[in-house]
C-alpha cells in the first residue's frame, strides 16, 4: 500500500461512449454537479430502473448530474439498455471489453469522473441493482456541504438495517463488518464494505496524486474497504448517514461470492493492518 505517483490507466481496457447530454449547472444539492460511478455486470433486470428512477430523483432535486456506467463485460443486455438510456438522460457508458471485477470497473469509473470533474463537484459510487436509496442522498449531500470528505450510507448507524436477505447472508455480513472495524478502526465509521458513499471531488484527486495506480488494486468486493482505508489514511472527514439496504428490490442475483469475499476480507486484514497501525498512531 505504499504511495506510487503513476497516474496512468492500463491502456485497452475501456472505451468510452461520450455524453449524449452536457453537464448543467444551477439550483440543486449542491453548486456543482454529482457524478455517480456505477459498476454494472450482467444487470439487465435492474439497470433500466436504477437510471430512469435516478433522473427521476435528480429532477425532483433540480440536481445536475452525471452517471458513469461501467459495464464489466456484460453478457446480457445491459450495454444495449445503458445505450437507450444514454439517449435520453446524461449517461456516460464506459465499457469493458472483459469481466474483470469490481475492483477495475471501480478503478476506470472514478478516473473517468475526474476526468471530467470540476470544482464543487461530488462524486457518488453505488450499486446497479437499486439496493441504495437516492431519499437518503440529500443528507449524505448535507454532510458534504458541511465539510465531510467522505460520506458512508452505513446499513449499520442508528436508524439503519438491512431487509430482504436471509439470515445466514446478514450474519456473516455482520461478521466481516466486526472484523474490519478491529482491524482498522476509525472514528464514527460503523461500515466498511459499503458501495453507497459521496466523496468529494478534491479527495479523489488527492488519492489520484498519492498513491496513483495503486489506488485500486484488488479486484474483488474487498476493493471498496481498500479504498476507504487509503483515503482514511490522508487524514480526511469521514460521515454516516443511515440506510436501509434493500435487498428485496433487487430483481437480478447478488454479484457478490459470499465465501471469497469473506476470504478476502480477512487476506485484506492480515496484509495490511500493521501499515494502517503504523500509519495511524
Not at 106 to 122: E, K, N, Y
Request: proline share 5%; net charge positive; hydrophobic share 40%.
Amino acid at each position: 500500500m505504499a504511495p506510487q505517483t503513476d497516474t496512468t490507466m492500463s491502456p485497452g481496457r475501456s472505451a468510452a461512449v461520450p455524453v449524449t447530454q452536457p453537464p448543467r449547472r444551477g439550483r440543486g444539492l449542491l453548486r456543482g454537479q454529482i457524478i455517480f460511478v456505477i459498476p454494472a455486470y450482467n444487470e439487465e433486470q435492474d439497470i433500466g430502473s436504477l437510471l430512469e428512477q435516478t433522473h427521476a430523483k435528480m429532477t425532483e432535486y433540480e440536481q445536475p448530474y452525471q452517471a458513469v456506467i461501467v459495464d464489466d463485460g456484460s453478457t446480457d443486455q445491459t450495454a444495449r439498455i445503458v445505450q437507450q438510456c444514454a439517449s435520453r438522460m446524461p449517461v456516460r457508458a464506459v465499457p469493458l471489453r472483459t469481466h474483470q471485477g469490481v475492483g477495475a470497473a471501480f478503478s476506470v469509473g472514478l478516473r473517468t469522473a475526474l476526468a471530467m470533474i470540476q470544482d464543487g463537484d461530488v462524486v457518488v459510487t453505488k450499486e446497479a441493482d437499486n439496493t441504495s436509496d437516492l431519499a437518503i442522498l440529500p443528507s449524505m449531500i448535507k454532510h458534504i456541504n458541511e465539510g465531510a470528505d467522505v460520506v458512508l450510507a452505513s446499513c449499520y448507524a442508528k436508524g439503519g438495517g438491512v431487509v430482504g436477505t436471509t439470515p445466514l447472508r446478514r450474519g456473516l455480513s455482520s461478521a466481516a463488518n466486526a472484523l474490519l472495524r478491529f482491524f482498522f478502526p476509525m472514528r464514527s465509521v460503523s461500515t466498511y464494505s459499503s458501495f453507497y458513499r459521496a466523496h468529494t471531488g478534491a479527495i479523489l484527486k488527492q488519492a489520484i496524486e498519492t498513491y496513483g495506480s495503486r489506488l485500486l488494486v484488488e479486484d474483488g468486493f474487498v476493493c471498496m474497504v481498500e479504498l476507504l482505508v487509503k483515503l482514511a489514511a490522508l487524514r480526511i472527514r469521514i460521515a454516516e448517514v443511515p440506510l436501509v439496504l434493500r435487498g428485496d428490490v433487487r430483481i437480478g442475483k447478488s454479484k457478490m461470492p459470499v465465501v471469497r469475499t469473506m476470504r478476502d476480507y480477512v487476506r485484506f486484514s492480515l496484509r495490511n493492518w500493521r501499515l494502517w497501525r503504523r500509519t495511524n498512531r
